[in-house]
């Protein structure tokens, strides 16, 4: 595809004759990175299931859990460890603005564009699936995904919403500690997985896309208590979309830009003036991040704190609070389930008293954070299936045995090496004695990787049907 002229001159004007070494990048596959999930146990544990399956993998230099792909002996999203939740693959920047708002265990964080999922991901991660982490998004088929990959990587503090993210700060005004805003934007920053940009990118859509987003961190800041920080990012690199939509939020809101560091990235400041234009000086303050400079996605980021109140909104109609019921590990119906897992497998109740849960003719588990949360409008989905139910007690669903079974003491069976593993991930006849009756918990190598019957005194597996079969040893 060409580059417009239009196009072309914005090239010119903010990175020069580097724009060419852009234009390469366009259609062409970079470098994979991906970062593992301490939610599904010991990370040293996963790195080495990955290695087992012939793929390598190298930190990234000065940044937290960022890992760039290296081999690949055959697509990482068909991998077993894809499939078990223990790696996300996320592109290097898109990782950027969880690391650059830093949100904390027990916290309240909203997610204005959350879909498909991989910061809020990410970030569930980084709270160590406690707090409440609000991930909206407006378009169903988008929260599909973002609902996959939450299951996928075991996030139990989790509520998602569909809202237009407009509404937000006037229905939770001043209620999170932190926002991640990532709108929707003109994309340029992602030319090499996405041409088709090129045919539809204009000016004036970018004039377009900047008045919503400019109304979206209106929102955010509202939403926000003072003293809570906003992270403002895109994955394109127009002034209009980025600078401009922050200058308007630093000379119109009581919102402070604060200085980020990322040791490991080639990143340049925010632009303070751009052709006829001028921006806040401490703009300089946000930064950049070019494809050329780090093999990576194009992005803006741009960490905001709150520094003052607001005047509450005048709402034409009261916020309507739904009730929302949870239970404790010691309520009825959840009680008796709870007990029978906990018996069965030798874990402390105490483990159970750390979350609260749903009974839905399964039981439904949740930090327990979200039970102190006011919901002023219904959530298209929240928590995680943690067990089934049966007629004489429970049986973990894969997930639940993920999320808990590591403090299981009884009825656990350790696989003894890398072939038996792929003959239970492939649901296939093993040779594995079990003692006891019922369900196990089957481990491999410290990580929990799903359940399986006691079947004649021979472990039977229960492992979810994925839509291939996984050939572990078959490495070439």
Not at 90 to 105: A, F, K, T, Y
Request: proline share 8%; net charge positive.
């Amino acid at each position: 595809m060409e580059i417009s002229p239009e196009l072309d001159r914005l090239f010119l004007d903010l990175i020069g004759e580097e724009r060419h070494a852009l234009y390469e990048q366009i259609g062409r596959q970079l470098p994979h990175t991906i970062r593992f999930n301490p939610l599904k146990g010991p990370v040293e544990r996963q790195q080495e299931l990955l290695r087992q399956q012939g793929f390598g993998f190298e930190p990234w230099p000065g940044l937290p859990n960022v890992f760039r792909i290296t081999h690949q002996p055959y697509p990482i999203g068909k991998s077993l460890s894809h499939f078990l939740g223990h790696i996300y693959v996320q592109d290097l920047s898109s990782m950027i603005p969880p690391l650059v708002l830093q949100p904390q265990p027990g916290e309240w964080v909203l997610d204005v564009s959350a879909a498909p999922g991989s910061k809020t991901t990410q970030m569930a991660a980084m709270m160590n699936n406690e707090g409440v982490l609000l991930a909206n998004d407006v378009v169903m088929k988008r929260i599909q995904a973002l609902i996959t990959n939450l299951q996928r990587m075991g996030v139990v503090n989790t509520v998602v919403f569909k809202w237009f993210g407009e509404q937000f700060g006037n229905q939770y005004f001043e209620q999170f500690d932190k926002i991640l805003l990532d709108p929707a934007c003109s994309g340029l920053g992602t030319l090499h997985k996405n041409p088709e940009v090129l045919s539809w990118w204009t000016p004036n859509h970018c004039i377009r896309l900047a008045g919503s987003q400019q109304k979206l961190l209106i929102s955010a800041i509202k939403a926000l208590k003072p003293g809570g920080v906003v992270t403002y990012s895109t994955c394109t690199l127009t002034p209009e979309e980025n600078e401009e939509v922050v200058d308007f939020a630093l000379r119109n809101f009581p919102v402070e830009l604060e200085p980020i560091e990322l040791p490991g990235i080639t990143t340049r400041p925010g632009l303070t003036r751009f052709r006829q234009k001028q921006y806040h000086p401490s703009l300089e303050r946000a930064i950049r991040i070019y494809p050329v400079e780090n093999d990576s996605e194009g992005f803006f980021v741009a960490r905001l704190r709150k520094v003052d109140s607001l005047e509450p909104p005048r709402l034409k109609k009261p916020r309507r609070l739904l009730q929302v019921s949870f239970l404790s590990h010691k309520t009825s119906p959840v009680k008796k389930h709870l007990d029978y897992l906990a018996a069965h497998f030798g874990i402390d109740p105490r483990v159970f008293a750390r979350l609260i849960y749903q009974y839905e003719r399964q039981v439904v588990a949740f930090s327990k954070a979200i039970g102190d949360f006011p919901f002023y409008g219904k959530p298209v989905k929240m928590g995680l299936v943690l067990a089934r139910i049966m007629s004489q007690g429970a049986k973990f669903t894969t997930d639940g045995a993920q999320l808990l079974g590591h403090h299981a003491t009884k009825m656990v069976v350790d696989l003894p090496d890398f072939a038996t593993l792929e003959k239970f991930v492939n649901r296939e006849a093993l040779d594995v004695p079990v003692a006891g009756k019922g369900q196990v918990l089957v481990r491999y190598n410290g990580l929990i990787i799903g359940y399986g019957l006691a079947d004649n005194g021979q472990l039977k597996s229960q492992f979810p049907k994925a839509e291939w079969p996984f050939r572990l040893t078959a490495v070439e």
